[in-house]
């Protein structure tokens, strides 16, 4: 089946400890990007990747680090998380930048 | 003014109704636009994607854009309470990578 997983979904974690969302996509696309979504702001793009080892900011990159090592991975790393990252976390993927973008089921993510 | 703008509702009908949802754009570069309707506790999925002006037929719901107004519309016939979701409009390319660009959303409710 056609999908993109994350984990975990949910989690809780206090501030200053460092953690990691993983993506991982089974379809071969190139095109991966993080967001996060937040009541009355909607959904707005941390960072995205073209490709292996390409990686760039998107609309709100401020405390979140990426890598794309493999092409079907697609991490999302807080080295030092803040109670303002609390938020719903989307991975998503996508052949090209005009084509569907897959959603992952999200990581919700609580910071104390 | 913002590059995308959608009611963010709640819109609430009764089943059987016929829905319209909009959203407005300022960017007059976007080409592609899309639907994406998001479940409670869900990834969004894509519901409709037009690549120009005009009318796209999908069972019950209708694609329309209108770049001349810079305006795109989402028609839901014969509501069902399974149509009882979050509607999100997209549309891009914006720069270069960033692909889509979201509305916040609009939140529909379907009673039977």
């Known amino acids: 089946e056609a999908q993109v997983t994350q984990n975990p979904r949910y989690l809780i974690t206090v501030t200053g400890k460092k953690l990691t969302v993983t993506c991982s996509q089974n379809?071969?696309?190139?095109?991966m990007s993080w967001y996060r979504q937040d009541p009355g702001l909607g959904l707005r793009q941390i960072y995205y990747?073209?490709?292996?080892?390409?990686?760039d900011k998107g609309d709100v990159p401020e405390g979140y680090k990426v890598s794309r090592k493999e092409k079907r991975n697609f991490p999302l790393i807080l080295e030092s998380p803040s109670p303002n990252q609390t938020s719903l976390y989307f991975c998503?993927?996508?052949?090209?930048?005009?084509?569907?973008?897959?959603f992952g089921p999200g990581t919700r993510l609580t910071v104390l | 003014q913002k590059e995308v703008e959608q009611d963010p509702g709640p819109l609430s009908v009764p089943e059987g109704a016929i829905v319209s949802l909009n959203c407005t754009y300022s960017?007059?570069?976007?080409?592609?636009f899309m639907w994406y309707r998001q479940y409670s506790r869900k990834g969004p999925e894509l519901l409709m994607y037009?690549?120009?002006?005009g009318n796209k037929e999908d069972g019950r719901f209708t694609a329309q854009v209108d770049k001349s107004s810079k305006y795109i519309s989402l028609f839901i016939r014969d509501s069902q309470p399974s149509d009882s979701a979050t509607y999100l409009c997209?549309?891009?390319?914006?720069?270069?990578?960033?692909?889509?660009?979201f509305g916040k959303g609009t939140t529909l409710s379907v009673s039977s």
């Open positions: 379809m071969n696309h190139e095109y």
């Open positions: 998503a993927s996508s052949n090209d930048l005009d084509d569907e973008q897959f």
């Open positions: 037009t690549y120009s002006s």
């Open positions: 990747s073209m490709n292996v080892e390409v990686t």
């Open positions: 997209a549309m891009g390319p914006n720069q270069a990578g960033t692909a889509l660009i």
């Open positions: 960017n007059s570069a976007f080409q592609y």
